[in-house]
């Protein structure tokens, strides 16, 4: 009877340690060729929706409005005036951003056409639907829903350059902005339209369909966003850092930052996509014509 030769502890260990070793090889690989796969999936989305931002363009002679904002509040700078028919406050409520505007043009028309537009964007179906091309893949917070009475609300991973801050309306998608190609003076290729930030820990903020944001209520943090932003409590502008993924005090709310490693995914106003690092000065690229040269 042939007697099987069993491991001894010291082999056993060996290989153990031998698996480990490849493990810890290996794991590094993996999340790189992960990460990579990832970032290549967010660019392509902001690709597409760069596309359809100038087939808008196309149509109309305009880039969409950042977000519908035809009231204002005393003491807060007043949004510039929409062109017609964006303007016509029998035709058009408020708080309805770019990205419902583009509906048509990501595949998405018989969505677009059975909105209501006089209606809050977040008592309709429209903001109940998820969209694949507005959700970073390591950003599993964009699937959870936010339920405002018996409706779920869809977050987005996007957020629309409002330019420097929410006062200033001086970004491509800031409060009421429907620019044409031409009034970008500083260079399509040098002006952001849209950059990564996740919705909140919660997804009270981030909603793609609309948002009325945080106060003055023009929809800052929840659809657009500005590269200096000024919270109201406090008058130090925030600037381009990483985030938190638990973050209960909404600090994070409040810049662009990505679940990618070393910074996030913008699109400019050309149509183009790019990796900004961490510390790079935004303010430059997010103004549309502030006369900055930018080699």
Known sequence: MRIR?????????????????LIGILLPSVQRVREAAYRSHCRNNLRQIGVAA??????????PPGVIRNTSYPGVPRPPRLPLPYSDTTRFGDYWPWAVFLLPYLEQFSLYS???????????????????????????????????????????????????????????????????IDEITDGTSHTLMVGERPPSYNAWYGWWAGGMGAYPYEGTADTILGVAETNFQKSRPEHFHPGEVYDPTFIHIWHFWSFHDGGATFL????????????????????YAAGEAIE
């Not at 069993?6 to 070793?21: D, K, M, N, R, Y």
């Not at 100038?54 to 880039?63: E, I, L, S």
Request: glycine content about 10%.
């Open 5 to 21: 030769r069993a491991f001894t502890l010291v082999e056993l260990l060996v290989v153990i340690a031998i698996i480990g070793v």
């Open 114 to 180: 059975g909105i209501d537009w006089m209606s809050r964007p977040w008592g309709q179906d429209v903001g109940g639907t998820p969209m694949a091309v507005l959700k970073c893949p390591w950003d599993d917070r964009s699937d959870r829903t936010f339920t405002l009475g018996l409706r779920p609300l869809y977050a987005t991973s996007y957020q629309g350059v409002n330019g420097t801050n929410q006062y200033r309306f001086d970004g491509v998608f800031a409060a009421n902005r429907m620019l044409r």
């Open 268 to 287: 400019f106003a050309d149509g183009s996509v790019d990796f900004l690092k961490y510390g790079t000065d935004l303010r430059p690229l997010a103004t």
């Open 54 to 63: 100038h087939h808008f363009h196309n149509d109309t002679d305009r880039f």
